[in-house]
């Protein structure tokens, strides 16, 4: 017998029951972020709530935050088009690396990480280490400084390759992205480029980044590690102690783009995780084409990984979008594409590629834009049910996504379909099954799900209570084979804790 025609989404904020201690401690043991929620530019008691109410019953493993260290705080706007006091940028301009930030104070970044760890969810950070601020003498903490002198830290002008007459461009700064010399030693868009080759210098990065692994951090993203270079991001993670869970800390390297030789992503798979940058803008490709209706064919999706020239699975941080594509709508999904970002965000979730990051942060109609804040430039509170923010974290069907990709593990993608059109579908294993539609009409498939044969609840649309479904439900027959209606733009999974 079919299944139910396609269900409509609930909108609704997931039901929270809190995480048990042991589960906490479960969660908190393994060296894996599990799906990571990339919370970007929250204020450290929005991340702490959201980790007790929503991350932790959900299932989410780890929470990324924003860079937390002092940073830059503009007095004045520049000329011509600016028009933004404290565009979001600004965090990416560190200054001294005590946690006085526009996310809030160290106080308060202690109590989220542990708030965070006590629902099981572990904390990975931004890490801005490739360079100083760029501009300006006043921060949000209070620091002062000058151009190439940090006092708080301290850094001094020999500490910087431009001082040292070690970049080879005319002007300081990187004028040609795939000239070595220039990308690991002159300053990326006017910041001040660190010596990160001086163990005066690593050892300073080291003690901030160790500073942080105190705290219970679990690992960071680095910012701009292509200009830091393999050699040198080899030097200081060296440095770097083990994690309260008795861990490497996690590393992921933010290199972008499709550099040539040393340069490229896959120079650096030995040196840690990879942002996969290059894989979201084929997920992109995928879902949301160039042509006139911008509607892509996700058929393509059969292969994706390094057989799509990405870098390695198991090398990879994922995702549909981050803080910089999401600006660029050419290359990258965002929240204003909807439910087709919705879609991505399953399927990323669902096909097994690198430790995958949902991500969640604040809405914008001019790219420099400030996040929600006071007059100061301090990041008000989150509010999911103000238009100011986009909480793809809490969609229904991503977060029982966040529980399928906990139950099917690492289980191997098989039993894959596709309409060679616009709907795919595939198992992990024997352990859960999932469907993806990305074209504007319903459609029901026949196909052989690789599950043991029974009545399945969809977790897209409905939960299993007891041994009901509050949506549709799905028949397998003996066979394994299954009628599925899967609606437009819209998804069907279940797994084996779906089967009523
Ligand atoms: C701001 C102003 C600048 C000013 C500067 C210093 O915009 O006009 O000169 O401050 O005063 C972010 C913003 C920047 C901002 C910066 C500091 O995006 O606009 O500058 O914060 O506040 C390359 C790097 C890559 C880097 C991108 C931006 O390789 O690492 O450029 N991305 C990271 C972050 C950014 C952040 C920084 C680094 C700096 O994710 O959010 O900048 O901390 C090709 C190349 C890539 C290149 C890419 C640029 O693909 O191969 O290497 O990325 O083009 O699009």
């Given at each position: ?66 860079p ?15 028009t ?5 940028w600004?965090?990416?301009q ?29 904390v990975?950070?931004?890490a ?7 501009q ?7 620091a ?13 002008p ?44 690593r050892?300073?990065l ?9 705290y ?19 030097g ?12 490497k800390?996690?590393?992921?390297l933010?290199?972008?783009?499709d550099?040539?030789?040393v ?5 650096f ?12 803008k084929?997920?992109?490709?995928a879902?949301?084409s ?12 059969e ?7 990405l ?26 594409d ?40 301090l990041?008000?509170?989150?509010d999911?049910?103000?238009?100011q ?6 969609d ?18 098989r ?5 060679d059109?616009n ?8 352990r859960?099954?999932?469907a993806f ?15 043991a044969g ?22 397998v027959?003996?066979?394994?084979r ?6 437009a ?6 797994d084996?804790l779906d089967?009523?």
């Amino acid at each position: 017998m079919p299944s139910a025609g396609p269900a409509t989404r609930s909108t609704a904020a997931p039901e929270a029951a809190p995480v048990s201690a042991a589960v906490a401690r479960a969660r908190l043991r393994s060296a894996s972020p599990g799906v990571t929620a990339n919370l970007w530019e929250w204020n450290w008691v929005s991340v702490a709530q959201e980790c007790r109410t929503v991350l932790g019953p959900a299932g989410y493993g780890g929470v990324q935050v924003a860079p937390p260290q002092d940073s830059v705080k503009r007095t004045a706007l520049g000329n011509g088009s600016d028009t933004v006091l404290h565009p979001w940028w600004e965090v990416y301009q560190p200054v001294r690396y005590q946690l006085t930030s526009r996310m809030g104070n160290e106080q308060q970044f202690q109590d989220m990480v542990r708030a965070c760890r006590r629902a099981g969810v572990k904390v990975y950070v931004d890490a801005v280490i490739n360079h100083t601020t760029g501009q300006g003498n006043t921060s949000y903490g209070g620091a002062s400084y000058t151009p190439y002198n940090y006092p708080a830290i301290p850094y001094r002008p020999n500490d910087f390759h431009f001082n040292a007459g070690e970049c080879p461009s005319s002007d300081g700064g990187i004028q040609d992205f795939n000239n070595k010399l220039q990308v690991f030693k002159c300053n990326l868009v006017g910041l001040e480029d660190l010596r990160t080759e001086q163990n005066s210098v690593r050892i300073k990065l080291a003690r901030y980044l160790n500073k942080l692994i105190g705290y219970g951090v679990s690992g960071f993203r680095v910012d701009a590690a292509k200009h830091i270079g393999q050699k040198d991001l080899d030097g200081i993670y060296a440095k770097l102690n083990r994690t309260v869970d008795g861990h490497k800390p996690y590393w992921a390297l933010e290199v972008l783009g499709d550099g040539p030789g040393v340069l490229a992503p896959q120079a650096f798979e030995r040196n840690g995780k990879l942002l996969g940058a290059n894989g979201a803008k084929q997920i992109k490709n995928a879902f949301k084409s160039y042509t006139q209706e911008r509607i892509g064919s996700i058929a393509t999706l059969e292969v994706f990984g390094r057989d799509s020239g990405l870098t390695r699975s198991s090398r990879t941080s994922s995702f549909v979008q981050n803080h910089d594509s999401e600006r660029n709508p050419n290359d990258h999904l965002n929240y204003k594409d909807g439910a087709t970002n919705i879609l991505a965000t399953e399927w990323l979730l669902a096909s097994g590629y690198g430790d995958p990051q949902v991500y969640a942060s604040f809405t914008w109609e001019i790219p420099e834009q400030s996040p929600p804040a006071n007059a100061e430039g301090l990041i008000t509170n989150t509010d999911c049910a103000s238009s100011q923010w986009a909480c793809v974290n809490r969609d229904p069907g991503v977060v029982a996504m966040v529980g399928w990709y906990n139950y099917v593990g690492k289980a191997q993608r098989r039993n894959f379909y596709t309409d060679d059109a616009n709907v795919i579908a595939f198992s992990r294993g024997q352990r859960g099954w999932a469907a993806f539609n990305n074209g504007t009409e319903a459609k029901q498939i026949n196909v052989q799900t690789g599950m043991a044969g029974g009545r399945y609840c969809d977790a897209i649309h409905g939960s299993k209570v007891g041994n009901r479904c509050t949506g549709p439900v799905v028949r397998v027959n003996a066979a394994g084979r299954a009628t599925v209606s899967v609606g437009a733009k819209d998804a069907v999974a279940f797994d084996r804790l779906d089967r009523l």
